[in-house]
């Protein structure tokens, strides 16, 4: 009797065990899913500098120099843009930067965007039709 507990029991352990990693499987594919669905949609970021990769990735800065970086699902296809800053608090336009790219570019870093005010702004890379390629958030403190 005591050897058959201990077979029902294992068994129930094992399908408790069993469960659980179906279970997590599926959250797992759900995490996948979202996070492609992420990568496959234009993006405005910032870090401290790019160097080969992002150094200091953050939405967060002290006043002075940010580089922004702009990946997109697909080529740009123009050769210059503007980087627009708004003031989210006022919606004022602070600052437009122009840059020149290359049309086949995907992933760019546009360095030394200058932020010499506090407060949250908006950053958008805009054709020169006024196009948004795409938009982020940033805090200078």
């Known amino acids: 009797m005591k050897n058959l507990f201990n077979t029902k ?21 759900k995490v996948k899913e979202i996070t492609e669905k992420i990568s496959n949609e ?6 401290e500098r790019y160097v080969s990769s992002e150094i200091g990735e953050s939405d967060k ?19 210059s843009v503007d980087i627009n800053i708004t003031n989210l608090e006022t919606g004022k ?18 360095d030394d965007v200058e932020f ?14 006024g196009t948004v390629l795409a938009s982020g958030e940033v805090e200078i403190i």
């Open 9 to 29: 029991t294992k068994f129930i352990v094992y399908l408790v065990l069993l469960a659980g990693i179906l279970s997590g499987c599926s959250k797992l594919n």
């Open 42 to 47: 234009d993006k405005l970021y910032f870090c």
């Open 61 to 79: 800065f002290k006043a002075g120099k940010v580089t922004v970086m702009v990946k997109l699902k697909k080529a740009i296809g123009v050769s």
């Open 93 to 110: 336009v602070v600052d437009t930067v122009p840059f020149t790219v290359q049309p086949s570019w995907d992933y760019i870093h546009f």
């Open 116 to 129: 010499n005010q506090t407060g949250k702004f908006k950053v958008s890379c805009l054709k020169k039709d």
